[in-house]
């Protein structure tokens, strides 16, 4: 075996000090999954020991240690003046000929396994890289595309020499690394041809919350540089692993990205640098930037490949440890390659059972929006930089603002109250890095520095879902933290109100016992946007509308596949935050008024004096104004069911006027393959006319459980239109008509061996309605999720007392 080349079928992880962090997991995974079927590029490392014998060869430890005793890390120039010293004096090293006779007897083995015109890829690979406490992600350099042994010989010196860039010098420093103690091997392995296929990096958790249920795919065109750097918008997937590892095989979420360029080589090389083949970005199509660059089963063959590798590196590590990983499509073979995997060295480090939680107390004028990075806020000044050059004018505390960053950045990054970069996705540069300091940042804004100036004052909210949000002012915030571990757990299930698929993850560690109601609303409105009438029937709008729709689901087969797989990729998004726990998702609940405002619906709702009381509910699902748009959801929600392995959702029925009425809407239901009790599935209904309790045995006939919704019985028992701002005064949920009301549907449901739960705010609005429905026995309260660790603990002090 010789010293200074090691093949990955000899490598694992338990190599890192001679052959790197990169080098050790590429060889982990060659030998342990390529029999599962994880497809991994053969290659080999250049160890530890050649970089030390290069140096020693050339007595360079002397001159390095000359350039860079007694650097300030934090003096930029004087950073990058010793930096780009240590670097001459690492490149100019002669290779002694046995190293370079290995090197290159490595290339040729790699051109016989995969024919003379293989392509290589040259990779650094830090003797502490990827250890997990630091990521080392971009620290040190990559060369693509080599074609020759003397381009090799050039890219491997150029590695050796990027373990003292400015950037790696620093990070050296931040992370209480001896600059002269991380030894740099270097990774020589097949090129995959992702320039003329597509590649990504994907986490075996949601990056932002931490939630550890899903695998997260970004992918994008070309070489996976972009990506990386941050400097395009990817498509984004997330694969839910429970239901996966069930057998179910559906895209859980997805997002289509700008994807507005794709870095490919070019045919011109660099003739004073021959390991630089000359990369460039091109102009993605429109139809490129208009459709998902990966089809969805590729997306199972990742997650397949995510799941495998994390369970492989959990199962060595004898704990759970989630995993950051690179792929690439080759597209000359049309196969899926990993290229990298890693500890995620950021949420997975996170300790303890505090939950904490920012909330913005008050709002103004939104100046840029973007992707939030983290769930914090930040406030301070503005500082637009242009460029590295000017990094020196950044002062601690300020909000950093421009069109992206990249390794060289870290020093500033890691002193700003906030940052905001126009370019960039959530697996980019600034995105990791923020994650990794805790700070919060907003990217892919498109114009944060066309829109945002130098010293003006701003507050940066990533609170508030997968959207960040830059406001004008400093803001006034607050932070909730609580200790998970000293909360009761009541007897009555407490659960959460949920409509924004985007919170869904964010909200996943709060200690629920299921969400009590799921609206699909908020995913028509923000996600679909058109009437589903208007999908289902582009022939009856006009033609101006017909182009939206169009636009709307360019990326879908058609507009009822964009409405379909929307709708249930946001509930089942939703459900699976807390699953297998119960998600009660309620069927759509707009008035005509409100249905009229989306895409094409004024061409299917009527004109209503009071759309409150009007045509909503129970009584659009079978009528034929609607019946085909209900037809729709139910597709949507059998989806959510029997493709993607939601199991857990129960579905529920608002507005529901008559007996007869439940009955006609659960013949339609079943028609449309959602029959009650069949699958497990059940189908409750909402508990907010008078009606429904004065015939609670009999729709108990019908319906698995109730839902009292407080506002509408109160509106409807007081006779009180809660819309109205003038009789607001009568309108209270405390009456004793009303409570009595919620008493006689509780007593209702146990009598018939019914779910009792309630969904409105009153029992966290008001402490003696909790005491109530405590006393009542009723089975669950769901409340809006700022108010559940308050009302746990309420609960279980009234339980204690006996109410």
Not at 336 to 364: D, F, W
Not at 366 to 387: M, N, P, Y
Not at 559 to 583: M, N, Q, W
Not at 791 to 799: A, N, R
């Amino acid at each position: 075996m010789s010293k200074y080349v090691r093949w990955f079928s000899e490598i694992g992880i338990d190599d890192v000090a001679e052959v790197g962090g990169k080098n050790a997991s590429l060889g982990e995974m060659y030998r342990n999954l390529t029999a599962e079927g994880v497809r991994v590029p053969n290659g080999f490392a250049v160890t530890a020991t050649a970089y030390r014998d290069v140096l020693e060869y050339n007595g360079a430890w002397e001159k390095l240690h000359a350039a860079l005793d007694g650097l300030d890390p934090d003096d930029v120039s004087d950073l990058q003046a010793r930096g780009a010293r240590a670097r001459a004096i690492v490149y100019d090293c002669k290779l002694p000929e046995r190293l370079k006779d290995d090197i290159l007897q490595g290339y040729a083995r790699l051109r016989e396994e995969y024919g003379e015109e293989v392509s290589l890829a040259v990779r650094s690979s830090a003797t502490a890289e990827d250890s997990p406490e630091a990521s080392f992600a971009g620290q040190n350099d990559t060369y693509l595309n080599i074609a020759s042994g003397d381009a090799l010989l050039d890219a491997y010196r150029r590695c050796l020499a990027s373990n003292f860039t400015d950037r790696s010098i620093h990070y050296k420093y931040d992370n209480g690394f001896d600059y002269f103690k991380v030894y740099l091997s270097v990774v020589v392995m097949k090129m995959v041809r992702s320039d003329i296929g597509a590649s990504g990096v994907m986490f075996s958790l949601d990056t932002e919350t931490g939630f550890k249920d899903v695998v997260f795919i970004n992918a994008a065109p070309g070489l996976g540089e972009n990506v990386v750097q941050g400097t395009i918008d990817p498509d984004s997937f997330y694969v839910h692993k429970p239901t996966f590892e069930k057998g179910f095989r559906a895209v859980l979420k997805r997002r289509l990205g700008g994807k507005d360029r794709k870095m490919v080589f070019t045919d011109t090389l660099n003739t004073d640098n021959i390991a630089v083949e000359y990369t460039r970005n091109v102009e993605t199509t429109p139809e490129e930037r208009q459709r998902f660059c990966i089809s969805d089963e590729e997306v199972m063959v990742l997650a397949d490949y995510a799941i495998r590798v994390e369970r492989h590196y959990s199962h060595k590590a004898a704990y759970d440890k989630p995993m950051d990983m690179e792929w690439a499509r080759d597209g000359i073979d049309g196969q899926l390659y990993m290229v990298q995997a890693r500890p995620e060295t950021v949420q997975s480090q996170r300790k303890g059972t505090v939950l904490e939680i920012y909330h913005l107390n008050e709002h103004s004028r939104v100046l840029v929006e973007g992707r939030a990075v983290g769930t914090r806020i930040g406030k301070g000044k503005v500082r637009v930089i242009e460029d590295v050059e000017h990094l020196s004018d950044f002062r601690p505390g300020e909000v950093l603002v421009a069109d992206t960053t990249t390794p060289d950045w870290e020093p500033v990054m890691k002193t700003a109250a906030a940052i905001v970069t126009n370019r960039g996705g959530r697996t980019c540069h600034a995105a990791i890095v923020s994650r990794e300091l805790g700070v919060p940042a907003i990217v892919g804004s498109d114009s944060a520095t066309q829109v945002l100036q130098t010293g003006q004052e701003v507050t940066v909210s990533c609170a508030e879902g997968e959207t960040g949000r830059v406001y004008e002012g400093l803001l006034d915030y607050s932070v909730q933290r609580t200790d998970l571990s000293t909360l009761p757990h009541p007897k009555t299930d407490i659960m959460m109100n949920l409509g924004n698929p985007d919170q869904a993850f964010s909200l996943a560690s709060l200690p629920v016992d299921g969400i009590g109601l799921a609206r699909m609303e908020f995913i028509i409105n923000e996600y679909i946007k058109a009437h589903p009438m208007a999908l289902r029937h582009p022939d009856k709008v006009d033609e101006a509308t017909r182009e939206q729709i169009g636009q709307l689901s360019t990326a879908y087969q058609d507009p009822v596949d964009f409405f379909v797989r929307t709708l249930s990729e946001g509930v089942a998004t939703i459900a699976a935050a807390v699953y297998p726990k119960p998600c009660v998702v309620r069927m759509s609940d707009f008035k005509s008024n409100e249905y009229a405002t989306l895409l094409g619906g004024r061409f299917f709702e009527p004109e209503e004096d009071n759309p409150m009381i009007g045509f909503r509910g129970a009584a659009r699902y079978a009528h034929p104004a609607y019946e085909d748009g209900f037809a729709l959801e139910c597709q949507a929600m059998k989806r959510v069911r029997e493709t993607i392995g939601m199991d857990n959702v129960i579905l529920m029925i608002p507005f529901c006027r008559r007996v007869e009425e439940g009955r006609k809407v659960l013949e339609t239901m079943a028609k449309h393959g959602l029959e009650r009790g069949e699958k497990g599935l059940q189908i409750y209904v909402m508990c907010e006319i008078p009606n429904n309790v004065i015939q609670i045995d009999e729709f108990s006939e019908l319906f698995d459980g109730f839902s009292i919704g407080s506002n509408d019985l109160t509106q409807l028992t007081l006779g009180v239109d809660r819309d109205s701002e003038i009789v607001a005064f009568d309108y209270d949920e405390r009456d004793p008509g009303v409570l009595k009301m919620i008493r006689l549907a509780v007593e209702g449901c146990r009598r018939n061996g019914r779910h009792s739960g309630i969904c409105g705010q009153a029992p966290s609005d008001y402490p003696e309605v909790a005491a109530y429905l405590v006393q009542l026995g009723i089975d669950s309260m769901s409340l809006n999720p700022d108010s559940v660790l308050g009302t746990i603990q309420h609960i279980d002090e009234l339980e204690a007392r006996g109410a």
